[in-house]
């Protein structure tokens, strides 16, 4: 089974600080993403990875950057944290034969003040 | 532009009835879409997927509907259980590629006993 983790489950910070939210997966899933959750929009792509250092873009990208220098390790950086930002963020893996299916991790509630 | 929208922000059923989740997509080239379901501090979980060459797929309770000419799906949940009380995500490929997944906002779904 696939088993992902995040750390930490939650963090308050203040605005203009650096945050750093981790992702491990415990297989070698090659495709990883990361979300944010917010009410109104439900879930939105922020980046993504497809192999260690090759990652994209997604629909809501802007502050936001990535690094994956482990297959299983994903790593998302807000440089300096605004109060937009404070969501509740997923991790994901792709699974399932054609990688179509994407299994989640317990999020990670972030409070920006 | 949304690509899978889902209109109804809310749903109140009793236990025991039909509960109807829909979902609306854009992109007649999709050729799969799932649903997820998602509880309070929580990650979202994988519920039932439907691929383009089927207009039914079921899974106990849960029967998921598509539509392709009118592109619509829906999830059908029958008889609805109190447990089954959560958001209900609709989801597609995008159309960066099949290993990205967009999301619609979401349904709220309430079950009263």
């Known amino acids: 089974d696939a088993g992902i983790t995040q750390s930490p489950r939650h963090k308050v910070t203040e605005t203009g600080t650096p945050v750093t939210l981790r992702c491990h997966q415990t297989e070698n899933h090659r495709y990883m993403y990361w979300y944010r959750q917010d009410p109104g929009h439900g879930l939105r792509l922020i980046h993504y990875s497809y192999g260690v250092k090759d990652t994209d873009k997604g629909e809501v990208s802007d502050g936001y950057s990535v690094s994956r220098s482990k297959t299983e390790d994903f790593l998302l950086t807000l440089e300096s944290a605004t109060s937009s930002q404070t969501s509740v963020y997923f991790c994901?893996?792709?699974?399932?034969?054609?990688?179509?299916?994407?299994?989640f991790g317990p999020g990670t509630r972030l409070t920006v003040l | 532009d949304q690509q899978v929208k889902q209109n109804s922000p809310s749903l109140s059923v009793q236990e025991g009835r039909i509960s109807i989740l829909n979902c609306d997509y854009t992109n007649s080239m999709f050729d799969y879409f799932l649903w997820y379901k998602k509880y309070p501090a929580e990650g979202p979980t994988f519920l039932i997927s439907?691929?383009?060459?089927?207009d039914k797929n079921e899974d106990g309770r849960f029967t998921v509907f598509l539509n392709k000419s009118a592109k619509h799906l829906s999830l059908h949940i029958v008889p609805s259980q109190p447990g089954d009380s959560a958001v209900y995500f609709c989801?597609?490929?995008?159309?960066?590629?099949?290993?990205?997944?967009?999301f619609g906002k979401g349904t709220k779904l309430t079950v009263n006993p």
């Open positions: 439907i691929s383009s060459i089927k």
């Open positions: 994901a893996i792709a699974v399932g034969r054609s990688d179509n299916e994407q299994f």
């Open positions: 989801a597609g490929p995008s159309q960066g590629g099949s290993e990205k997944l967009v």
